[in-house]
């Protein structure tokens, strides 16, 4: 099939704008912590929302793909972004900003269900593998550039001097809640992103079995393998460090090392997101050279160590060490998924959209460290990331794929050259 570049453009387009608005949470915890007056256990239901609308849509979209088509769920997905975002910022307060991060929540669903059978169709399937890493670049480049625009938009939108784009969003935003500007920022994005969809001609996908949403009786009948359990839970465990991380990071280096969250917190969660850009980077390498669970073992243990320091290490080493968490953890999420599908024989999509939904991890984990930091501080709340990177170590050392990763000093790949 002839690629169609465009539609390619349009999909790394589509990650970027999904990371942008996604990963910008943690930047934000603190001044909606501060403004709305929240406990750790309130301020952790914003992600739990957000990231719970994953597990709810995921499953259902991947059946709707099938009968609406790709075009549609995508247009569905930004519309449901932006009537989310547009809610906020017309009516900021922390019930409103509930169930706006739920819409966002179900709108990024919809549209990761979409984009990857999209891009093997439109790159072609012998590029695939390479325009999915090229995604995942962009995808951290967005998330590393986020929160950098959040701490912009609070350090520029009160300027006298201000150019006419960041005036309109002055004369838009309460002078008391300037991180709501990027919430009218977001909506806006919405709207674009729904005109281009609308107006870009799409291919025909034809789904593989990898990516086909088998019915509801295959995943209750696939939920009662012991292997797919513990892999879904695998799955929580990786974003829930994830996001556990990252949306705490702003918070803990203000409350224990008082900096400020919209300059110097904003960066540490920005630079979070660009170490595990490079740490995905140095284990595309390793991959080639280690078997993949020797890699997800070295890196589990760096990352308990970063976070150990983070932890306990003084202002400037935790800053870093933060950082160093995002490095080490980046390996996890493609290692776990390749050995939860090299780990059965069949019903290789409905086990993808079940790791999937996995990514409620990302609303689970936060809450619980909330919960835990209202009765113990947020350091301590912080250790329950100890028992969700302890449990990705121990996959380094049950896990049995039916196929592993090659490398290139595979006896048979030699042999066979």
Known sequence: MKRNYYIVVLIMITFFVISFITNVLGALNPAISSDFKLSYTLAACLPFVFFIAYGVISIPSSMLVETYKQKKIMVAGFAVSF???????????????????????????????????????AGGEEHYAFNSVLAQLIFGGASFLSPLVYSYLVENLNDPNANSFLSTLRSLTPANLLWISLYWLFAVISVIMIVVVMLSKFPKVELTSEEKSGPWHTYVRLFRKRIVVLYFIAMICYVGTEQGTSYWISQFL????????NTQGTTAVSDFWLYMLFGGLLGLVLLKLIDSRKVLISFTVLALVSLTVALFAPANISFYAFACVGFFASVMYPIIFSLALNSVEEDHGSFAGIILTGIIGGAIVPLVIGGLSDVFGLRYGMFFLYITLGYILAIGFWAKPIISNKTVFDKKEIADA
């Open 83 to 121: 009537v989310g975002s547009l809610l906020l910022a017309i009516a900021p307060g922390y019930l409103n900003s509930l169930l706006s991060l739920f819409l966002i929540g179900c709108g990024m669903a919809m549209l990761q269900v979409v984009i990857n059978p999209l891009l093997r169709t």
């Open 254 to 261: 203000a409350t224990y090392h008082h900096y400020d969250p």
